[in-house]
Nanobody, 128 residues
Framework: QVRFVESGGGLVQAGGSLRLSCAAS????????MGWFRQAPGKERELAAA????????YYTDSVKGRFTISRDNAKNTLYLQMNSLKPEDTAVYYC?????????????????????WGRGTQVTVSS
């Protein structure tokens, strides 16, 4: 059974940086398209960033463009989210999510319902 475990969250001041990691175990990591979702209190879970199986294609929601970078190391079975210039509105629980994919092109997925596997989440808190 495949499992994903996030790490790297914490408390940081506005303008600071954090790097989230998501370690995968089980089936071959490179067969999964991946995403980082976040959920703030009282709000719906939203996609922050997504990446294709190869890492060649990425997507960012408008509010994080230019500040966040999603990447993956398939040899290390790990997904990353580098978050710079953090703002208080970035405060949320961050989840990595995975979708087993055989798509030939554009394996970027946008909806929480597209993903089959989820980590337990890691809290990111940005103070003003």
């Amino acid at each position: 059974q495949v499992r994903f475990v996030e790490s790297g969250g914490g408390l940081v001041q506005a303008g600071g940086s954090l790097r989230l990691s998501c370690a995968a175990s089980g089936r071959t990591f490179s067969t999964y398209a991946m995403g980082w979702f976040r959920q703030a209190p009282g709000k719906e879970r939203e996609l922050a960033a997504a990446i294709s199986r190869s890492g060649d294609n990425t997507y960012y929601t408008d509010s994080v463009k230019g500040r966040f970078t999603i990447s993956r190391d398939n040899a290390k079975n790990t997904l990353y989210l580098q978050m710079n210039s953090l703002k208080p509105e970035d405060t949320a629980v961050y989840y990595c999510a995975a979708k087993y994919s055989v798509a030939k092109y554009s394996d970027i997925y946008y909806s929480p319902g597209d993903y089959s596997y989820w980590g337990r989440g890691t809290q990111v808190t940005v103070s003003s």
